[in-house]
């Protein structure tokens, strides 16, 4: 039976919105592409075509940055919710949230 992970508000810091296209594989898998919609310095939200095992460690490369190690929270379709396992930096944090701004505003 196919578990789905249900979304709850638990966040620690606020999210921005960005459009990033990422990569994210699970350990030992290939990586496939997603596409990172928001991000705070705990975590990100993305969309990911490809189905991911949840209650999982997967890691995130987004262009130009070393894999970022996270843990899947919640998943509603191609929606998962995901918490970095070490905190970005803020400064870290605002290099991408500048380099990638979202188009929706």
């Not at 350990?27 to 991000?39: M, S, T, Y």
């Not at 843990?71 to 970095?84: A, M, N, T």
Request: proline share 4%.
């Amino acid at each position: 039976m196919d578990k789905q992970m249900k979304r709850g508000d638990h966040r620690v810091s606020s999210r921005t919105g960005v459009e990033i296209r990422a990569e994210v594989r699970e350990p030992g898998l290939g990586r496939v592409e997603a596409h990172i919609l928001d991000l705070s310095l705990t975590g990100f939200r993305m969309r990911c075509m490809t189905r991911l095992t949840g209650e999982k460690h997967i890691f995130m490369t987004l262009p130009s940055f070393t894999a970022l190690e996270s843990r899947i929270c919640w998943i509603e379709g191609d929606y998962y919710g995901c918490e970095f396992v070490k905190s970005l930096y803020p400064a870290v944090f605002d290099h991408i949230v500048t380099s990638f701004p979202s188009l929706k505003q």
